[in-house]
């Protein structure tokens, strides 16, 4: 559905747990990113890949962490050191940079919610 | 770095009015501008975009309009639909400069609400 998964669709934590966010794309994207959706602050950009082991920090990339070791996949992981991590994580992918056409459309994922308990 | 700022937060018209949402923007090199609309428990789906090149761009019902001098651009939204009640995000990014990648700064989101 839509060519990029991510999983799982709901997870619950305990405070000082780190847990890991899956994201998969079939899409033959080169770039990815993920977001965080907390309600009336928009999608506030945590990480971004524009190529396979390569990322930058977003604007709230504090108590996160993410890899980029194959094209397909850019799991995020929501370490201890977040304060207050329960949102709503969206993954998304794009076909990348440059000035190809449709370069810079977005394909989200469903979403991952995470509840710190 | 980038700051979109999004009004208003919630928009309630009536099914058939027009439904008008505005974005400014804070960096003046950002030349890309999309809309993205999410739906209930859905995922967010671009509806429409605009270049810094271009001023206005139109798809059926949807209008989007740049003010580059002004900083600022809007989603115009004509004889709404029941289905059209979403949240819509603005964003802005120096999409075509590869250095910057595709680094989308988002707005806070406006949800509409078409009442039939």
């Known amino acids: 559905d839509g060519g990029i998964t991510q999983s799982p669709k709901y997870l619950f934590r305990k405070e000082g747990q780190n847990v890991t966010l899956s994201c998969e794309q079939n899409?033959?994207?080169?770039?990815m990113y993920w977001y965080r959706q907390d309600p009336g602050q928009g999608l506030r950009l945590i990480y971004y890949?524009?190529?396979?082991?390569?990322?930058q920090k977003g604007d709230i990339a504090e108590g996160y962490s993410v890899s980029r070791e194959k094209k397909e996949s850019f799991p995020l992981t929501v370490t201890s050191a977040q304060k207050n991590p329960t949102a709503f994580y969206l993954c998304?992918?794009?076909?990348?940079?440059?000035?190809?056409?449709?370069?810079?459309?977005?394909?989200f994922g469903a979403g991952s919610r995470l509840t710190v308990l | 770095g980038e700051n979109v700022e999004q009004h208003p937060s919630t928009l309630s018209v009536q099914e058939g009015d027009s439904a008008v949402i505005k974005c400014t923007y804070s960096?003046?090199?950002?030349?890309?501008f999309p809309w993205y609309k999410q739906e209930l428990g859905k995922r967010p789906q671009l509806i429409i975009d605009?270049?810094?090149?271009?001023g206005e761009k139109k798809d059926q019902r949807i209008a989007v309009t740049l003010n580059k001098t002004a900083k600022h651009f809007s989603l115009h939204i004509t004889e709404t639909q029941p289905e059209d009640s979403a949240v819509y995000f603005c964003?802005?990014?120096?999409?075509?400069?590869?250095?910057?990648?595709?680094?989308?700064?988002f707005g806070g989101g406006t949800r509409v609400l078409v009442k039939p």
């Open positions: 998304a992918s794009s076909i990348g940079t440059g000035h190809k056409s449709g370069a810079n459309v977005l394909t």
């Open positions: 605009i270049r810094s090149n271009v």
């Open positions: 960096d003046s090199a950002s030349n890309y």
């Open positions: 899409l033959n994207h080169d770039a």
């Open positions: 964003a802005a990014s120096i999409g075509m400069i590869k250095a910057a990648g595709n680094k989308l700064t």
């Open positions: 890949s524009q190529i396979v082991n390569d990322f």
